[in-house]
């Protein structure tokens, strides 16, 4: 179980963690090589074209990480964005799931290049992340880290080191279906306004010239898993996150949220979650 000791006597996230470190970094690399190379190969049965988005990079990229989890976690539950050859190799149904996202924002992020994309898995059990890898790979920065653990950022040909949440600026990174006029409040609050993917926004108080995040998802919908796997780094490094109802941010991956903010400060979460309120 997740935070228990192995056969080996090692610590199931602490692993997971380090056993994954190189595949993340050779699925960011497979991505960026092939950024600005490929063209998007719709999904069929898709609702959106967001949703639709799908390119050879994406495949390829989760297929650099599966084989490597096959290899030390084959006996996991699989939430896999895309429908790869080594997808079916893992159990239906376990008590642990990896939720993986190759490239979260295929389309806005990756293919137009509107904002950082990311790279991103978590390891779960009972419903929480207990572990996590959040790749940006256009901006070189791999984060990682356990659940109520300093989470730690790295950079190319760097050393993992521990990384706090910090009111670094001005900038707020937003989804890109946030209305005009949430932005507008917020830039009138004396904010920058800066698109990304959720993967980048879940571990916005990380990252530099960064001082938030915020999300909003379609009426009728929620936060996907996907979405909240970075939110394991941000609490780590001292963040603060809350949804709509201004209470912290649910734990369990698939409690129903609509709004995501996450900030250093608790002023700023609260400032974005007022800015977006009279858009629910």
Same mark, same amino acid.
């Given at each position: 179980m997740v935070g228990g000791p192995d056969r080996e006597g090692l610590d199931r996230g602490e692993r997971f963690v380090a056993l994954l470190r190189p595949a993340v970094r050779q699925a960011a690399a497979v991505a960026r090589a092939l950024?600005?190379?490929?063209?998007?190969?719709?999904?069929?049965?898709?609702s959106t074209e967001v949703k639709a988005a799908l390119t050879i990079a994406d495949s390829a990229a989760q297929e650099a990480i599966l084989v490597v989890?096959?290899?030390?976690f084959?006996?996991?539950?699989?939430?896999?964005?895309?429908?790869?050859?080594?997808?079916?190799?893992?159990?239906?149904?376990a008590p642990e799931v990896v939720v993986l996202d190759p490239i979260d924002g295929t389309l806005n992020g990756y293919l137009e290049a509107?904002?950082?994309? +990311?790279?991103? !898995?978590?390891? @779960?059990?009972?419903?929480?992340?207990?572990? %996590?890898?959040?790749?940006?790979?256009?901006?070189?920065?791999?984060?990682?880290?356990l659940r109520d653990h300093v989470p730690s950022r790295t950079r190319p040909?760097?050393?993992?080191?521990?990384?706090r949440a910090s009111a670094d600026g001005a900038r707020v990174l937003v989804s890109y279906t946030l209305p005009e006029e949430v932005t507008d409040r917020l830039r009138a609050a004396g904010y920058e306004v800066a698109m990304a993917c959720g993967g980048a926004i879940s571990v916005a108080p990380l990252l530099p010239g960064v001082c938030a995040g915020l999300r909003l998802a379609p009426a009728g919908s929620r936060i996907s898993e996907r979405g909240r796997i970075g939110l394991v780094l941000s609490r780590g490094g001292g963040a603060v996150a809350l949804c709509e109802s201004g209470a912290p941010f649910p734990d369990d991956i698939r409690a129903p +949220?609509?709004? !995501?903010?996450? @900030?250093?400060?608790?002023?700023?979460?609260? %400032?974005?979650?007022?800015?977006?309120e009279p858009a629910l």
């Open positions: 950024e600005g190379r490929v063209a998007n190969r719709p999904k069929h049965g898709e989890l096959r290899d030390h084959p006996e996991v539950a699989l939430e896999a964005e895309e429908d790869t050859p080594t997808v079916g190799q893992f159990p239906a149904d509107r904002g950082p994309y +990311a790279v991103m !898995l978590g390891l @779960a059990e009972d419903d929480r992340f207990h572990a %996590a890898h959040v790749a940006l790979p256009r901006e070189g920065m791999f984060l990682d880290g040909r760097g050393e993992p080191r521990p990384i +949220a609509r709004v !995501l903010t996450v @900030a250093a400060e608790p002023g700023d979460a609260e %400032a974005l979650l007022r800015a977006v």
